[in-house]
């Protein structure tokens, strides 16, 4: 298991990383794009600068998240790491929104008559290098994401992936632009349209789960009945109920009462609730949130 401190500064080191590269490849693309003459690849580039965004949002949530419990906020900071992910969520949701209304309006252009300009290879290679990087920073993050296990880490490699997927429909078109012809374009917007769909899932699930355990959702089936499993199997416990569990960012919150032979003393019955919170850290995590109350079995 990883420290909070440990946890908060693998985040903020990978998240810093992919902003350096991301604050390099927004810049190439403009570039690109002005020196290519191509409007698709400048909003890429755009597009890209939500990921600066993101990645300060990300940083700034991950080390507010990594404070101990506090006067203000006994249950500590994890919160804020949810919050950050729901961010991240709803921005690439907004994304995908423009992204269906920039492709959509360029087909409507066609269909009446206009025509896309053609651009250059320089913003085709562009599109190309996008591609590769922002697939690699998706893979880095998520991998350090599901080590430490971060909701919000794990937003904002979805991100970086978002952008591959509009840098695909921004090769796709100026590709078939420059092999098949100016009115190949097209291809361009259509890729674009199908691609923001995407988006919108891997928004819809990002949101819908950060906002789950916003409003105190149960985490997973397969948590809770880890969480049973415990409490059931351990010496002593001869039933339980009123069993509770949330999340609180990285860490679960247990309410529960065990029942206990009703002729053991107090210290006797005390050690068996140790008993259960020590096996509820040792699979869950020693920043567990953890109320175990006992009563006599009858």
Same mark, same amino acid.
């Not at 430490?148 to 794990?154: F, G, P, R, W």
């Not at 012809?181 to 928004?203: E, H, M, Q, Y």
């Not at 860490?251 to 053991?264: E, G, W």
């Given at each position: 298991?990883?420290?909070?401190?440990?946890?908060?500064?693998?985040? =903020?080191?990978?998240?810093?990383?992919?902003?350096?590269?991301?604050?390099?490849?927004?810049?190439?693309?403009?570039?690109?794009?002005? /020196?290519?003459?191509? +409007?698709?690849? *400048?909003?890429? +580039?755009?597009?890209?600068?939500?990921?600066?965004?993101?990645?300060?949002?990300?940083?700034?949530?991950?080390?507010?998240?990594? %404070? @101990?419990?506090?006067?203000? $906020?006994?249950?500590?900071?994890?919160?804020?790491?949810?919050?950050?992910?729901?961010?991240?969520?709803?921005?690439?949701?907004?994304?995908?929104?423009?992204?269906?209304?920039?492709? /959509?309006?360029?087909?409507?252009?066609?269909?009446?008559?206009?025509?896309?300009?053609? @651009?250059?290879?320089?913003?085709?290679?562009? +599109?190309?290098?996008?591609? #590769?990087?922002? &697939?690699?920073?998706?893979?880095?993050?998520?991998?350090?994401?599901?080590?430490?296990?971060?909701?919000?880490?794990?937003?904002?490699?979805?991100?970086?992936?978002?952008?591959?997927?509009?840098?695909?429909?921004?090769?796709?078109?100026?590709?078939?632009? *420059?092999?098949?012809?100016?009115?190949? +374009?097209? /291809?361009? @917007?259509?890729?674009?349209?199908?691609?923001?769909?995407?988006?919108?899932? =891997?928004?819809?699930?990002?949101?819908?789960?950060?906002?789950?355990? #916003?409003?105190?959702?149960?985490?997973?089936?397969?948590?809770?009945?880890? *969480?049973?499993?415990?409490?059931?199997?351990?010496?002593?416990?001869?039933?339980?109920?009123?069993?509770?569990?949330?999340?609180?960012?990285?860490?679960?919150?247990?309410?529960? $009462? *065990?029942?206990?032979?009703?002729?053991?003393?107090?210290?006797?019955?005390?050690?068996?609730?140790?008993? =259960?919170?020590?096996?509820?850290? &040792? %699979?869950?995590?020693?920043?567990?949130?953890?109320?175990?109350?006992?009563? @006599?079995?009858?």
């Amino acid at each position: 298991m990883h420290t909070e401190n440990e946890r908060s500064g693998t985040a =903020v080191k990978v998240t810093v990383n992919g902003m350096i590269i991301n604050i390099v490849l927004t810049v190439f693309k403009f570039i690109a794009g002005i /020196l290519g003459n191509s +409007a698709a690849m *400048i909003a890429d +580039a755009v597009h890209s600068l939500s990921d600066f965004i993101t990645d300060v949002v990300v940083i700034v949530g991950l080390k507010a998240a990594g %404070k @101990p419990a506090d006067n203000n $906020h006994h249950y500590g900071h994890g919160k804020i790491e949810t919050l950050c992910a729901a961010f991240v969520g709803i921005v690439l949701f907004i994304i995908g929104v423009e992204i269906l209304a920039s492709g /959509l309006s360029k087909i409507l252009l066609v269909i009446n008559g206009g025509k896309l300009e053609q @651009p250059g290879m320089i913003a085709f290679i562009a +599109a190309v290098f996008s591609i #590769l990087t922002k &697939e690699f920073l998706y893979r880095y993050t998520l991998s350090y994401a599901k080590t430490i296990k971060s909701n919000a880490m794990v937003a904002n490699a979805w991100h970086h992936r978002s952008d591959a997927f509009s840098s695909v429909g921004t090769m796709l078109g100026i590709g078939g632009a *420059i092999v098949l012809g100016g009115k190949w +374009a097209i /291809l361009d @917007p259509i890729a674009a349209v199908i691609l923001s769909f995407f988006i919108f899932k =891997v928004a819809f699930d990002i949101t819908y789960k950060s906002t789950n355990e #916003l409003t105190e959702a149960a985490p997973e089936k397969d948590v809770i009945e880890g *969480i049973q499993h415990i409490i059931a199997s351990t010496n002593g416990v001869k039933d339980f109920h009123k069993l509770k569990t949330r999340k609180v960012g990285n860490n679960i919150a247990t309410d529960v $009462h *065990i029942q206990v032979d009703k002729n053991l003393s107090l210290i006797e019955a005390h050690d068996i609730c140790t008993e =259960v919170e020590n096996r509820l850290r &040792e %699979k869950y995590g020693k920043n567990s949130i953890l109320y175990i109350h006992c009563e @006599p079995y009858m």
